[in-house]
């Protein structure tokens, strides 16, 4: 498990019962490695993972073609929807 280079200038406290604290260094201890390493190796890349998932917007190949024939067709607005955009315009674009 590689140890980052950068200086290490913050903290985490972690409240965990007594037998998940034994179970979490006794796997660190198989792979010779200190608790606080263990733990970074294996939620730092979750932690990435779950960015990901949320920034990220994945389509159906039908979903994509909607919306990139929509973006190059964009539909007439029409009534309340047309309204409000025009009122917004008016106030905010100067």
């Known amino acids: 498990m590689p140890e980052t280079s950068q200086p290490k200038d913050s903290r985490i406290d972690l ?3 007594q037998e998940q604290k034994e179970l979490l260094e006794r796997a660190a201890a198989l792979k010779g490695v200190s608790l606080s390493a263990y ?3 294996h939620l730092v890349p979750i932690a990435r993972q779950e960015i990901d998932v949320h920034e990220r917007l994945v389509l159906s190949n039908r979903d994509r073609e909607l919306f990139m024939s929509v973006m190059e ?3 007439q607005l ?3 929807l047309k309204a409000t955009i025009h009122k917004f315009r008016d106030k905010y674009d100067k």
């Open 39 to 41: 733990t970074l190796f």
């Open 78 to 80: 029409k009534g309340k």
């Open 15 to 17: 409240r965990v019962t």
């Open 73 to 75: 067709n964009p539909p």
